[in-house]
């Protein structure tokens, strides 16, 4: 059982404002990742990081920015909120083989 | 440009019987997962499948990889009505999986009708 964790889980949230989507993993992977997935569709690459202090851009392009200063630890930031940034955010974590998943948030703009 | 194509996107059966997902993919990779996701839920790993000709079973589900033909299979055996999901393929878009960076397929639907 992987242990990767995202808060908050829901979030409905104005436009404009700035929010932190919280991924935390504590298996000590040196790489994570952030997807965007609308509902019943495929999932985007948006973001990745090898370690600390690294981090890039995914596939899709995206306005929201990351950071890793610690291993456990790959947040999400959006400094300002659009009706467009409405998706299911999914944090990932690289084993050996494997990519495990964390629960996703599923955010709402208005 | 990569691409990870699955068909069919929707499939409804019967419970009890058979059925195969297929799930091509346009990079040379050796290394391709399938994942389950519930709705509203996350996706849950059931295969792994790194080299080629690799087949792994897991109860009613069974997974092969050919790497020539870049062709995987989900295969379906006496299907129940837990096995209602989405399935996704994935594949790690450098061979030998050094970025594990990995490419999605769209989705197979599966409704599974009593």
């Known amino acids: 059982e992987a242990d990767i964790y995202q808060t908050p889980r829901y979030l409905v949230i104005g436009t404009g404002k700035k929010i932190t989507l919280e991924c935390s993993q504590t298996m000590g992977h040196d790489k994570m990742y952030w997807y965007q997935q609308d509902p019943g569709m495929e999932l985007h690459l948006i973001h990745y990081s090898y370690g600390v202090n690294s981090t890039e851009k995914g596939d899709l392009s995206s306005e929201s920015t990351v950071s890793r200063i610690r291993t456990e630890h790959f947040p999400l930031t959006l400094e300002s909120a659009r009706p467009s940034h409405t998706s299911q955010y999914l944090c990932?974590?690289?084993?050996?083989?494997?990519?495990?998943f964390g629960p996703g948030t599923r955010l709402t703009v208005t | 440009e990569l691409k990870v194509e699955q068909n069919p996107l929707f499939l409804s059966m019967q419970e009890g019987k058979n059925y195969t997902i297929y799930c091509n993919y346009s990079t040379t990779s050796d290394r391709l997962y399938w994942y389950r996701q519930d709705p509203g839920k996350s996706l849950e790993s059931l295969f792994v499948?790194?080299?080629?000709?690799a087949v792994k079973q897991e109860g009613r589900l069974m997974a092969s990889l050919d790497t020539k033909a870049r062709l995987s299979t989900l295969h379906i055996t006496a299907a129940v009505h837990d096995l209602s999901a989405t399935y996704f393929c994935?594949?790690?878009?450098?061979?030998?999986?050094?970025?594990?960076?990995?490419?999605f397929g769209t989705g197979t639907l599966l409704a599974v009708q009593p």
């Open positions: 499948l790194l080299s080629n000709g």
């Open positions: 990932a974590s690289m084993g050996i083989y494997e990519q495990y």
């Open positions: 994935a594949v790690d878009r450098t061979y030998g999986g050094a970025t594990n960076k990995l490419i």
